[in-house]
């Protein structure tokens, strides 16, 4: 029972190199989100998925793009890495409940992306 | 958008006390969570709580919905407490979750 996995848990890259997230889940959510934490802070909203071929932007999406081209994955891009992305990344799933809303998230282990 | 705040933002505990952490919030919400994210940063799931009261072992939280507010307790603290916990909150179309600023949590031996 894997839950949320993101692949890969630890990349380096240089300024102006382009990288994907990948964000998987077997719990048949329909709701995904990804997050960004900066030291010493909290979670930040980047983009969010409601389904699949759906997607909307949180607190903080500039720099980024994502994708939900299947109802399992989602993905978060960095096409051009500039050093205040920086982070670790975490990409949640949940459940839509019956009123619409958001159910319990779940997180996977996070994506430590460092950008020189 | 909705403003979610925590106090306190330190605590230092010396093992076997009692704590209580408190999370404000500034609009109405329809679910909270309570998370614990250990030293080696993951993200726990602890409660699930838009409103009442549940415990899972030494652990309780209280959501009072109404008056904007959750408390996470903590009683008997050990070591493994250590950490920082956030509160979370569903808003904005109930599809956004808004993390709060989190109490950072040292328990000593």
């Known amino acids: 029972n894997a839950g949320v996995t993101q692949t890969p848990k630890f990349r380096v890259l240089k300024t102006g190199q382009s990288m994907t997230l990948l964000c998987a889940q077997d719990m048949n959510h329909e709701y995904m989100y990804w997050y960004r934490q900066d030291p010493g802070m909290g979670l930040r909203l980047i983009h969010y998925s409601v389904g699949e071929g759906t997607t909307a932007k949180g607190e903080v999406p500039d720099g980024y793009n994502v994708s939900r081209l299947k109802k399992q994955n989602f993905l978060l891009g960095l096409e051009s890495a500039a050093p205040s992305q920086t982070s670790v990344y975490f990409c949640?799933?949940?459940?839509?409940?019956?009123?619409?809303?958001?159910?319990?998230?779940?997180f996977g282990e996070g994506s430590r992306l460092t950008v020189l | 958008g909705i403003q979610v705040e925590q106090s306190p933002p330190d605590l230092i505990l010396q093992e076997g006390a009692n704590s209580t952490l408190r999370c404000n919030f500034s609009d109405s919400v329809n679910n909270l969570q309570w998370f614990h994210q250990n030293p080696w940063g993951q993200l726990i799931n602890l409660f699930y709580?838009?409103?009442g009261t549940k415990q899972n072992g030494r652990l309780s939280a209280t959501t009072v919905a109404t008056e904007r507010y959750s408390l996470l307790y903590i009683s008997s603290s050990q070591t493994t407490d250590s950490g920082v916990y956030f509160c979370?909150?569903?808003?904005?179309?109930?599809?956004?979750?808004?993390f709060g600023t989190g109490t950072k949590l040292q328990v000593i031996p």
């Open positions: 979370a909150v569903l808003s904005g179309g109930y599809q956004k979750v808004t």
């Open positions: 949640a799933s949940s459940r839509r409940t019956d009123s619409e809303g958001a159910g319990e998230l779940f």
């Open positions: 709580i838009p409103s």
